[in-house]
């Protein structure tokens, strides 16, 4: 197998097989991304004059074929070769020849899988952040469409107030702003460059990290070198508590779905073809959909502490099992996106039931509301409760089932436009666009 590493000894078979794992199958992820820190490394390599001008002219062409490729689905690691960077050099030694080994000066491949890993993981919380943008624009939609459509609000899965839809789907609308908090804190770790810091110890050459910092549109550096090693783990971490913030919103939500779907609740309903059936009993309508969001939810919120019993108690500078990283996080990204994608597909079908209320068992829900009426009234509060507690128990309790909510949040008074500006703020100050328009100079 092909080695940047290798010298002349050739390793067991069995050693080989039980370090690289599934390296190489995850790494096909990472190759667009290794092909872009070459592009900047090579570019720096060229300004201290450590790559001449015909060879940074041959390379930066050869990458940029390569980087097409891999757009294209043509880029595959072989079969004898280790790993995507293995790949990418030895595709520019064959094709360039001699200036395809000079990339590799001032770095080592632990600071290269840094960046790439920054570079992917920079762009899974993009798509994540516009996955979960869409969902939260359809919440609000929904919200602001039965605004005016009541439901039985629950404490301890207990009648409690009157709520509505609007209150409802603009809930998980505003988690997911507070959520992408904790997406955010995670990019802002993800968005600094660590190339430079080489084997974690820095360089002899005359590196230029602002210059690559600037090249791949990072924020900042990753100054201390020693850090830039001992980030990786800690950027892992920190950004499965981001997945698993969103993750849980999403799985209450099904959770709420399954519950609201149930014959006894009977709140909302799909079409026939987005649940499913029993195999001996006709009358059913399945929520599988929401049930298998929530147990993946679940999961997913198990990611913290996966990736922080994978880290625990190791020392600075590299390790090899940081490798294993890859396999909790780059499939974690992929499930959240699906499930975010699907609780949009599932709610653009949804049917929101409009005379819940008319319920009888739904009475008690107006208690409260009918204490607050005799308070504004000049009843005392205590004396309010007790008198309509009484009429309760003596079954004579018989509200005018309306309601009145006016302050800001409530059922009458939703602010869903202000929801909407928290989330804009939120998204401009990701800056995605300063990023492509980065990718976009160093491949054009």
Same mark, same amino acid.
């Given at each position: ?24 199958? +995850? ?29 940074l ?38 094709? @360039? ?27 899974? +919380? ?13 919440l ?14 629950y ?36 968005n ?59 799985g ?5 779905q ?20 029993s ?39 590299y ?19 699906q ?21 009888p ?28 507690g ?30 909407v500006?928290n ?15 980065? @990718?976009?100079?160093?491949?054009s």
């Amino acid at each position: 197998m092909s080695k940047l590493w290798q010298k002349d000894t050739d390793v067991n078979q069995l050693v080989d097989q039980f370090t690289v794992g599934k390296d190489r199958e +995850l790494d096909n992820q990472m190759a667009a991304f290794d092909v872009l820190g070459s592009l900047a490394h090579t570019r720096m390599l060229n300004t201290i004059g450590l790559l001449e001008d015909e060879d940074l002219e041959k390379v930066q062409q050869e990458l940029k074929t390569i980087y097409q490729q891999v757009q294209n689905g043509d880029f595959l690691i072989e079969a004898d070769v280790e790993d995507v960077h293995s790949q990418v050099e030895l595709l520019l030694t064959r094709r @360039i020849g001699d200036a395809g080994k000079k990339i590799h000066s001032g770095r080592s491949r632990n600071d290269q899988v840094l960046v790439d890993l920054k570079l992917f993981f920079r762009n899974e +919380l993009q798509q994540t952040v516009e996955a979960t943008h869409q969902l939260f624009e359809l919440l609000i939609e929904l919200s602001e469409k039965h605004k005016d459509v009541l439901l039985p609000g629950y404490t301890h899965l207990q009648v409690a107030m009157p709520s509505s839809f609007g209150l409802w789907f603009g809930a998980y609308a505003e988690s997911l702003v507070d959520d992408l908090e904790l997406v955010r804190a995670a990019w802002n770790i993800t968005n600094k460059n660590p190339l430079g810091s080489a084997a974690g110890y820095g360089s002899s050459f005359p590196l230029n990290r602002t210059l690559t910092t600037n090249l791949l549109g990072f924020e900042d550096l990753n100054y201390n070198v020693v850090y830039a090693q001992m980030g990786r783990g800690k950027t892992e971490r920190i950004i499965a508590q981001a997945i698993s913030a969103v993750a849980a919103t999403l799985g209450r939500m099904a959770m709420d779905q399954v519950l609201y779907l149930s014959q006894n609740f009977a709140f909302v309903s799909y079409p026939a073809n987005l649940t499913t059936g029993s195999s001996i009993m006709p009358h059913k309508k399945n929520p599988d959909v929401w049930e298998i969001m929530r147990g993946r939810c679940n999961r997913l919120q198990a990611l913290p502490n996966d990736v922080a019993m994978m880290t625990t108690n190791l020392p600075s500078g590299y390790h090899r099992e940081m490798q294993l990283l890859k396999e909790l996080l780059f499939p974690a990204f992929a499930e959240l996106r699906q499930c975010l994608e699907m609780a949009t597909f599932m709610l653009q079908h949804v049917t929101v039931k409009t005379d819940i209320l008319n319920d009888p068992k739904y009475t008690y829900l107006f208690s409260v509301d009918e204490v607050n009426r005799l308070v504004l009234s000049g009843t005392p509060f205590r004396d309010a409760y007790k008198q309509v507690g009484l009429a309760i128990e003596r079954g004579e309790f018989d509200p005018a089932k309306e309601v009145n909510h006016t302050h800001e949040g409530s059922i009458g008074n939703l602010n869903n436009d202000k929801i909407v500006a928290n989330m804009n703020a939120m998204l401009q100050s990701f800056n995605f666009d300063k990023v492509q328009q980065a @990718i976009n100079d160093l491949v054009s």
